[in-house]
């Protein structure tokens, strides 16, 4: 018990936290001063960016260690850039228990980003060996899968406990690492990975999406729309009035041809229709249609009867990328145009003929039903 006890008072005074940090204790709060990119992150890093803690309403409640309270990391303008939170917590297998201290970090809509280790605490495996440069990195890309099977399973079932009579060193005394999850956790610190896991993605995630909510303004909206992060992309995107995509068209076509496939749907499924009404507007997306993906694609082909003269015809020149329902809407909107343009009936003609296209027949078809 009294161990305990001046462990908790330990961690509460927060005697360990002074890598990367300025530290100034005044009251209850501590003011901290972030000049570095964190040990492990995932983001990117603005080089030269001093963030600066400020307190909020929000804790995490660890197990026998009391709540630890989550800041919120700003620019020295205010703006919001990140979450963290100083984590002491027990780590038990078999009886012991084991102290572990990170500095944790999350983005502003709650996903795990990134750790900081702590100053003279090493994280340990099995016999207390300290962790290698590598385990650190491992554990980092565990805490950054949000659906890693940590996240189904409980401690219990991620072990398979030996025979008395196998019983014959620590690890075994501890049980054997499943197979099913011994590639994605360091080898000897099963019960560390799986406390670190869920604290990084415990009830923390919704709770730092509301106060992100509750933040969130045209500075900030702007801020996640012009970040490369795709998850702020979509944040900001999918809060835009059709006055607000206006403003921001140059920048929603440039993340239409760079980002994801889910960011590129949900962009030509939101646009205005306003957008599709006027040429100047919707040829910046026709534009990145041999590099966006299958689903994309049919979903730009949804308005290929919109589409300008000019777009059908660049069209033209990407058949082998169109599956065959995609083609069929193609063919169907320069029906009426095939005849009056030479350009686009050579080509189709080239394609018809030259044997190496599955979907040859169907632009050989089309062409003969329109002599």
């Not at 570095?36 to 030269?48: C, H, L, S, T, V």
């Not at 300290?130 to 099977?149: A, G, R, T, V």
């Not at 995509?245 to 949900?266: C, N, T």
């Amino acid at each position: 018990m009294k161990i305990l006890m001046s462990t908790l008072l330990f961690c509460s005074l927060g005697l360990v936290w002074i890598q990367k940090m300025e530290v100034i204790i005044t009251g209850e709060h501590q003011h901290k001063t972030v000049e570095e990119k964190p040990d492990f992150f995932a983001m990117e890093w603005q080089e030269g960016i001093v963030l600066n803690n400020e307190p909020t309403p929000i804790f995490i409640d660890v197990e026998t260690m009391g709540n630890q309270d989550v800041d919120i990391l700003v620019t020295s303008g205010n703006r919001p850039m990140l979450y963290t939170a100083d984590i002491c917590t027990p780590v038990c297998a078999d009886g012991e228990c084991r102290l572990m201290y990170l500095t944790l970090y999350w983005n502003l809509l709650g996903s795990y980003v990134g750790f900081d280790k702590v100053e003279g605490q090493a994280l340990t495996k099995h016999d207390h060996v300290e962790f290698l440069e590598q385990d650190y990195e491992k554990l980092h890309q565990l805490l950054l899968d949000d659906n890693s099977i940590l996240k189904r399973r409980k401690i219990d079932e991620l072990v398979s406990k030996p025979k008395e009579s196998d019983i014959d060193a620590a690890d075994a005394i501890a049980g054997a690492t499943i197979t099913e999850v011994k590639e994605s956790v360091v080898d000897g610190a099963l019960y560390s990975c799986y406390v670190a896991w869920n604290i990084a993605h415990g009830p923390i995630k919704m709770e730092l999406q509301e106060y992100t909510a509750a933040l969130f303004d045209n500075e900030l909206k702007r801020y996640m729309l012009m970040s490369n992060e795709q998850d702020y992309q979509m944040y900001a995107l999918n809060s835009l009035s059709e006055s607000e995509f206006m403003k921001y068209k140059d920048r929603i076509a440039q993340i239409f041809g760079e980002s994801i496939p889910l960011v590129r749907s949900y962009i030509v499924q939101n646009l205005p229709k306003l957008f599709w009404e006027t040429e100047d507007l919707q040829i910046p997306f026709w534009e990145s249609f041999a590099e966006v993906d299958i689903n994309t694609r049919s979903l730009l082909l949804n308005h290929i009867q919109e589409a300008p003269a000019n777009v059908l015809v660049s069209l033209v020149s990407n058949l082998e990328l169109m599956t065959k329902n995609q083609l069929k809407l193609y063919l169907e909107a320069i029906e009426n145009i095939v005849l009056t343009n030479p350009d686009i009936n050579a080509q189709l003609l080239r394609f018809a003929e030259s044997g190496n296209h599955t979907y040859g027949y169907i632009v050989a078809e089309f062409l003969e039903d329109l002599e």
